[in-house]
């Protein structure tokens, strides 16, 4: 397994899967290992995948200082990636809360963003959210799902103000497409692998500047790739649009049927959507 150091001297660790030209993955959580990305929905077959583990996380060193969790001062470690890969411009992807540092690189770093993918993208670095409305007929697009009664009551108790462990958890089938064993297996992996001391980090005070970085991506002259899953509650499909209206050049793909996690409910159909925007603006 490849490391590299990263400018504070902290031992990183990334995974390899695929030939040709790298595309470096982001994962979320926060503070997530790259375990659950898997292969993409195949995209190995297209893409040599650099699928990071952030510091403190997976087979990566916990750092010295706790306080360089926070999601700004990651870029460091995405800019110490690329100059260990020896690329000059980079293919970045960043899932859920991975984009969120993805797009805060995309700002400081933009001469080094050849193309920019963002997958069921957390919105906190621009500050969007859909209104408790928009999420409650979001929510209610799932009524049909045996799960839903107890779920929509769970949403309802957090949108209240009365979020708990267990309604967290029960509000779970709501960012899968189809809430099966598989699902709830794929869960328990993710639960797992998450620092939660690093989590509560990540978006701490001073980690985003949504004005300032709303400012810098309508600068940002590298295509990017705004896709949305149909069913995902975390990032519903009318947030996604207004994300991917603050570039002047993004493309948004609202994947049918999928959830939080689009690769894991229709592989090919992800893996053919991530291939021609890469073949587009290739």
Same mark, same amino acid.
């Given at each position: ?145 045996? *799960? ?19 309604? *967290? ?9 189809? *809430? ?103």
């Amino acid at each position: 397994m490849p490391f590299y150091s990263a400018h504070d001297g902290t031992r990183l660790a990334y995974h390899v899967a695929g030939d040709g030209d790298p595309l470096i993955c982001l994962p979320g959580g926060p503070m997530q290992d790259s375990t659950y990305l898997g292969d993409l929905g195949g995209l190995p077959e297209h893409r040599r995948l650099i699928l990071t583990d952030p510091r403190g996380t997976g087979d990566s060193a916990e750092p010295a200082d706790p306080g360089t969790y926070r999601c700004d001062r990651l870029v460091a470690d995405v800019e110490a990636l690329r100059e260990h890969l020896g690329l000059d411009r980079i293919d970045l992807l960043g899932h859920s809360a991975g984009a969120n540092l993805a797009v805060l690189y995309a700002t400081r770093h933009p001469h080094r963003v050849a193309r920019l993918l963002l997958i069921a993208p957390s919105t906190k670095a621009v500050d969007l959210e859909p209104t408790p409305q928009a999420r409650m007929e979001a929510a209610e697009l799932r009524a049909g799902e045996p *799960w839903f009664p107890e779920a929509f009551a769970a949403l309802r108790e957090i949108q209240a103000g009365n979020a708990t462990a267990d309604t *967290w958890a029960a509000v779970d089938p709501f960012v899968f497409g189809r *809430w099966d064993e598989a699902a709830r297996q794929f869960q328990t992996l993710c639960d797992r692998r998450r620092n939660a001391e690093a989590a509560a980090v990540y978006g701490g005070p001073g980690a985003y500047d949504p004005e300032a970085t709303r400012a810098a991506l309508a600068r940002f002259g590298a295509p990017v790739l705004l896709l949305a899953g149909e069913l995902d509650l975390n990032t519903i499909p009318g947030v996604a649009a207004e994300y991917a209206a603050l570039f002047p050049r993004a493309e948004l793909v609202v994947q049918r049927g999928a959830g939080h996690f689009p690769w894991l409910d229709d592989p090919g159909r992800f893996a053919a959507a991530v291939t021609a925007f890469l073949g587009r603006t290739g």
